[in-house]
Every structure is written in C-alpha cells, then in structure tokens.
C-alpha cells in the first residue's frame, strides 16, 4: 500500500477548483489494501449552506471528523451526502497464518546459533509466534487506515469537484444565454420608447384641450388660453418624466454586463447572482408599472419569465 504522501494531506485543502461551481456532483473512489477496499462515494445537490450527512460504519467512525474537516475546507454550500463502505477480501482468511518464509529464516538462523552454542535453550513456541513477520497479519494499523481514509476524501473531494465544474459550465453557459435573450428583448424595445412617450403626451394633450373647449363653452379668453396651455404643456411634462423608464433601461444593461462578467469569473458566484436576479426583477416590475404601450407591459413580462428562469438555476451554483 502507497499510502505515505496521503498522510501529508490529511488537513490540507486540495487546490481550489477553477471556474464556477454547481452544487450538484458525484463522486465514487476505491481504495485498495492488504485489508480489504475502502469505498467512499459523495453526493451533493444545492442547498443555501454546507450540509454534510455521513453514512459509515462503525469501525471507521473515528475518521469523520476528518472527513467533515476537508469536505468544509474545500465545498462552500451544497448538501452532501457521504458514504464510507469497508470491503473485507474474500478471498483471504480473517485469521492469521504463518509466513513460511520468515518461518524458515528463523529456524535456519536457531540451528547456526545451535551449533555454535550447543546448550543454548532452544525457541519456545510462543517465542516464534511473537517474532515479527512469523504471522500475516492483513489488518491496517490505525495510521495506515487513517492515510488511506485521508488518500480516499482527497481523491473523492478532487473527483466531486471537477463534476461539479463540469455541471457549473454547463449552467454558466445557460445562464449567459438567458442575459442575452434579455438583452435581445430590451433592445428591441428601446428604440421604440421616444414613440411610446409621443403618442402618449398627444393623447394627454388632446384629452385635455377637449376639457378646456367644454370649460370655456366657445367663449375662450386669450390670456386665459395661454395659461391653461402652459398648464397643460406642464402637466404633459410631469407625466413623462413619471414614466420614463431610460433609467431602469440603465440598471438592466448594467446587471446584465454584471452578470455576464462574474459567470466568467472564479470561485463561489452563487450569493452575488441571487443578489442581482433580485435586481432584475425589480427593474422589470418597474419597466411594466410605467408602461405606457402594450409593447412595453409584453417586454416586461418577457424580462420577468427570463429573470426567473434564471433565478431557478441560479439557485444550483456553489
């Protein structure tokens, strides 16, 4: 058993796994010995912290908090499901037998101290039994079991994160496929607004000329038609600026070059793209209470099914 550089690592952190991380992941490591194979499988899917559940059995029970130590070192949410298994050798008896080689060496070694002293006392039975190597014992001391332990959670840890990597670029590229349909649906909207704030300042305009006529009831003052006009041209004023939306527009395009930036980057993103769906969905109920087109109430409803497609697979990264 290669077993000496695994001792090393017992408290160590594996290298940081590059890219975005899901949450989902699998790994499955065998470890061979004279004793028998140590299996250890983990399984993990997204949760809001790190969850670790062990299943082992009794015998290997001294070595979880080992495990947990690493599996917190190097996972930083996700729930965890870890399984440690012992597989005994069948094919090699459980009781101890006699290495006949060191058996021989032995005996050849009392017949020469023999000759050369004929009245030595010759070895007792239980003296060859407690003469190291007489015996093969295929049982692990307990540093080899707990190097072979840590060899095992540092392999598994390495093989749960390069699945979970794979999975995390997976989802980096749906995601980013998600902000650009976005995008596509804010750019097509955008230039259309200077019409929509038009149309509506006409309608408002017009609205309130027919009530000016009805007040005046044909007999219009001048003086009195300037002011109202100027009231009007006010109000009209007001109302745009209530419903313009170029700075909403402005804070999407930002959270969505954000966005796009930190799926690029490294490390747990999980959190910050929560925080920024968040974001979203604020602007796009803002985009859709100002609306001042059918157009605009579609896009926001196109933007509000997006960001929580988006949201839902947020939730699998690390």
């Known amino acids: 058993m290669t077993q000496s550089a695994s001792a090393r690592a017992s408290h160590a952190r594996t290298d940081p796994a590059h890219g975005i991380q899901s949450m989902t992941g699998f790994s499955s490591v065998s470890l061979p010995s004279r004793a028998g ?3 250890l499988e983990l399984r993990s899917v997204n949760s809001r912290f790190l969850d670790i559940q062990m ?9 979880e908090s080992l495990i947990r130590e690493q599996l ?6 996700g729930k965890v499901e870890c399984r440690v298994a012992w597989v005994k050798d069948g094919t090699r008896s459980s009781a101890p037998r006699l290495h006949a080689d060191v058996l021989a060496q032995l005996a050849s070694l009392q017949a020469a101290v023999r000759q050369a002293m004929p009245d030595a006392e010759g070895l007792r039975v239980a ?3 407690n003469w190291p190597g007489v015996l093969e ?9 707990r190097a072979l332990m840590a060899n095992a959670v540092e392999q598994g840890i390495a093989a749960l994160q390069a699945s979970r990597l794979r999975e995390g670029e997976r989802l980096a590229g749906v995601l980013a496929d998600k902000v650009r349909a976005m995008q596509t649906v804010l750019a097509t909207l955008e230039p259309q607004l200077p019409v929509f704030l038009k149309t509506q300042a006409d309608k408002i305009t017009a609205r309130l000329q027919e009530s000016l006529g009805r007040a005046l009831n044909g007999n219009p003052l001048e ?10 041209r006010q109000e009209v004023g007001i109302h745009q600026v209530r419903v313009d939306v170029t700075e909403e527009f402005d804070r999407l395009k930002t959270h969505f070059s954000e966005i796009l930036r930190i799926l690029t980057s490294k490390g747990p993103v999980g959190k910050r793209l929560d925080f920024l769906t968040q974001e979203l969905n604020r602007e796009a109920n803002t985009l ?3 609306s001042t087109a059918i157009e605009q109430t579609q896009t926001s409803i196109e933007l509000k099914v997006l960001i929580e497609q988006l949201r839902e697979q947020v939730q699998n990264l690390e």
Request: overall charge negative.
């Open 55 to 63: 299943r082992m059995p009794d015998e290997l029970r001294p070595f």
């Open 288 to 290: 859709g209470s100002k």
């Open 223 to 232: 003086s009195a038609l300037t002011d109202l006009q100027d009231r009007i």
């Open 137 to 145: 014992d295929n049982s692990l001391d307990a540093d080899e079991l």
């Open 127 to 129: 003296d060859v039994l």
């Open 72 to 77: 917190g070192a190097n996972l930083q949410r």
């Open 37 to 39: 194979t140590l299996v």
